[in-house]
C-alpha cells in the first residue's frame, strides 16, 4: 500500500486529502483542466500524464539499464581516486574559511584556481557580484553543453570544531552582554563545491583521454544561502545554451528525486523612528517596538493565512543594542515560502501589510529592500533515472566502524534514534502527489531554464539538522569525505553518461519543454532590484582581474544611505506644572 492508501483506509479519500491540504494540494487533485497554478502544475507529473492519478505512484519501477560502463566512466572514476587529496585538500579549506555569503573572497578562488588547474578557462564577476565565476572546458564540436553548480559560503551561528559530536564552537564571541558564535558550513556547501569541482574535473580528463566532444560549465555561485547568486545570473543569461545542468546537495541520505521545491521572497522591513534615552522616553518613536510588533503581528497568520505548504519565518537584524539607547533604525527580514511564486507573492503581501500596521502603530516610517526572489524547481524524472541508475551502478558510500560512532553520538547529542550514516542507495520513488512544502532553493531558477537533475548523498547522519552545527562538524571530518567522495563519483558518472548518451538528452529536453509548456517563466526580480554587495579588498580584485564597481545591472555603488527623518512624537498641548495656576479661558 501506498502513503495515500493507508489515509483511505482511516476514511478520507485522497480528494479529501488533497483538499484538506490547501490549494496546491487541491490543484493537483482537480486534473490539468482545472488548474489555476501553472507554476505547481509544471512541477507535478500531471504535466507529463493527464491521465495520472496519486495512486499510481505506488506502482512506479525505475527503469533498468540508463548508466552504461564506458572507458570515458572508467577514466573519470579513476581520476577520483587518483585526485581525492586535492578534492578533499580543497573540501577542507572552504571549511576552514567559513565565509559569509556575497563575502567568499578565498572560497571563491580556492575553487576557480583547482579548475585552472585542471584546464578549466576561468570568467569572473558573473551578473556584477564579485565572487561569481564560470569555468569552462571544452573539446571537439564542443556539444552538447553541461552545466556543474559550486556554491561555497558559510552561515552564521554554526561554527563547530570538525569531528566533535559535542558543541564546541571553533569562534566564539565571549561578548559579555551577547555572546555569539562564529560562521561555519552548516549547509555543506565547502563539500558542494568540492566534490562538483572534482567531478568536473573528472570528466575534462576522461574527455581529453577518450576524445568526447563537449563542453563543461562550472557555475562559482554566490551568496546561496540568501538564494541571491543563482537568480541574479540566470536574469543575466549566465545558463543560456546548456543541455543539461546536474547538481548535488549534502543530505542525510543516498538519494534522487524529481520532487519541486518551496517558492520563495526574501524581504528586509527597516523601520525609521527617533534616538533618545530610556529615562526620558516621552515622544519617541521607538522602531525596537515596531519590529516586535511586526513579529508578533504575522504569527496571526498562521491559523488562517498559511496552507500545509506555506513557510513564514524571520529574523531581527539590527535593533536597540542598550537598553537605554533608542535605536532610529532597527530591521527585521522575512521568508516568504509557498508551493508556487504566486502564492509566494501572496504570503509576503500579507506579511508587509503587518509591517505597514506596525509602523502606523508605533509611528516609525517602514520602508522595504527585496534581498532575493526564487521560483519552486521544476524537476526532471528522466535526468533523475540517469542519475540514480549511477549512483546504483557506483555503489553507496562506505564508512569506517569511526564514523559510525561519531554519526551515532551525533544522533544522541540531538535526540534521534542511534542508527548511524546510511550505508544505502534509497530507491527512486515519485514524489508525493500532495506537495506540503520545504526548503527553497536559487537552483530553482536554473531549472525553469535548462534540465536539471539533483541529488545528495549522507553528509550527515539522519536525526540531525542542516544548517546546524552538527553539519559543521562532518564537513571536514572522515564521514564528510566519505559523502564528497561519493557525491564526485555519482555526479562524473551521470555527466558522462549524458555526453554519450544523446538519446537520454534529447528525452530530458523533451520532457523539459512539456513541464513549461503552460508557464511564461520570468524572473521575480524587479527591473529596479539591487544585488546584496559588499566590496571586495583590494588583493581578491587585483588577483581576479576585476574592476570595482562592477558595471551589470542591479549593482548600485555606493548603496543608498539610511538615514533619520522622523520626528520626535507629538504628545500634545504641554501639561502646565501642579503648582501653576491654569490660564482661565475667557
Known sequence: MCETDHIEARGLSRRDLLGLLGGAGAALAAGPALLADPAAAAASDLALDPRSAPSSSGDYEAPAGLALDSKAKDAALSFLDRQSGRILGLNDRIWEYAEPSMKEWN????????????????????????????ATFSQGTGS???????????????????????????????????????????CGHNSLGAAAAGAAAAVAAAMRRQRLDGTLKFFGSAGEEQLVGKSVAVRAGAYDGLDAFVDWHPGSSNSTSWGSSNAMYSTTFHFHGTDGHGGSPLGARSTQDAVEAMAMLTEYLRESSM???????????????????????????????????????????????????????????????????????????????????????????????????????????????????PEEIADLRPPSPVFTGGGSTDVADISWQVPTIQMGTAHEPPGTFNHSWHRTACGAASPGHVATMAAARYLAGTVVDLLTQPAVVREMREEFEQRRSQVEWRSLLPSDYRIPLYQPPAWF??????????????????????????????????????????????
Not at 161 to 178: I, R, S, T
Not at 559 to 579: A, C, F, I, K, M
Request: with cysteine.
Open 541 to 586: 580584485l587585483e588577483r581576479t582581474g576585476q574592476a570595482w564597481p562592477p558595471t551589470a545591472e542591479g549593482v548600485e555603488w555606493p548603496p543608498r544611505r539610511l538615514v533619520q527623518t522622523v520626528p520626535r512624537d507629538d504628545l500634545g498641548p504641554s501639561v502646565p506644572p501642579e503648582n501653576q495656576p491654569v490660564p482661565q479661558l475667557e
Open 307 to 421: 496552507a500545509p505548504s506555506a513557510r513564514m519565518h524571520h529574523a531581527v537584524r539590527a535593533t536597540g543594542v542598550q537598553p537605554n539607547v533608542y535605536p532610529t533604525l532597527s530591521s527585521i527580514w522575512f521568508y516568504a515560502r509557498e508551493a508556487s511564486p504566486e502564492r509566494a507573492k501572496v504570503l509576503m503581501d500579507k506579511i508587509t501589510r503587518c509591517a505597514e500596521a506596525a509602523a502606523l502603530a508605533t509611528g516609525t516610517r517602514m520602508e522595504t529592500k527585496l534581498q532575493g526572489a526564487v521560483w519552486n524547481k521544476l524537476g526532471n524524472k528522466r535526468g533523475t533515472e540517469l542519475m540514480h541508475a549511477n549512483m546504483v551502478q557506483i555503489g553507496a558510500p562506505s564508512f569506517s566502524a569511526a564514523d559510525q560512532r561519531f554519526g551515532r553520538a551525533l544522533q544522541r547529542a540531538n535526540g534521534a534514534p542511534e542508527d548511524g550514516f
Open 144 to 186: 552538447p553543453v553541461i552545466g556543474f553548480s559550486g556554491e561555497y559560503d558559510a552561515l552564521p551561528g554554526v561554527s563547530q570544531e570538525k569531528g566533535n559530536p559535542e558543541h564546541n564552537p571553533l569562534v566564539y564571541d565571549d561578548d559579555p552582554y551577547a555572546p555569539t558564535y562564529g560562521y561555519g558550513h552548516g
Open 107 to 134: 572560497s571563491a578562488l580556492a575553487e576557480a584556481t583547482y579548475l585552472e588547474s585542471q584546464g578549466f578557462k576561468i570568467t569572473w564577476g558573473t551578473a556584477g557580484m564579485p565572487t561569481a565565476f564560470v
